[in-house]
């Protein structure tokens, strides 16, 4: 995969850095540890309460009922796979189109269960609104990722 930080676009600001700054940039995007970082960083507000839910069984399963999943136990214990499995998809690029995929309709599913803002009054509703916009842009970026390993794998065949 070819990354081209070039100023083909005739933006002034692009062309005004130096070419070696646009070379060594694209040296160090294209070491293996920055996409590891960088699937790390997208994932982290999976793993990372998929993890708190492990330490604090209860405060996870009290959650579920908060929204009213039950049977909760079983809600939990879904919500711990799906998010700590598909976030270990996407930091290794091993099928990131099921674990990213999985991630997206899981994060898109919180939006009517936890966020439904439609139904609450102000000032509630445009918190919740922006954290339900919030939510679609982590599905952008979670379509990125897969979009982003697919691209990558067809350069390593070639």
Known sequence: MSIDLSSRSGSESLAAAPPR???????ILRMSWVGYVARVLLTFMFWSSGVAKLLDMDAGVAEMRHFG?????????ATVVVVLGSS????????TWLGAGAL???TLLTIPIAHGFWS?????????????MEHVTVVGGLLV???ASAIRKKGAQS
């Not at 700054?21 to 040296?27: S, Y």
């Not at 270990?88 to 099928?95: F, S, T």
């Not at 609450?120 to 922006?130: A, G, K, L, N």
Request: hydrophobic residues 60%.
């Open 21 to 27: 700054f646009w070379t060594k940039l694209d040296q």
């Open 69 to 77: 999943l039950e049977p909760a136990i079983l809600f939990y214990w």
């Open 88 to 95: 270990l998809l996407v930091i290794l690029d091993r099928w």
């Open 104 to 106: 997206a309709v899981f």
């Open 120 to 132: 609450m009054e102000e000032s509630f509703r445009t918190i919740e609104f922006h954290v339900a």
């Open 145 to 147: 990722a897969i979009y």
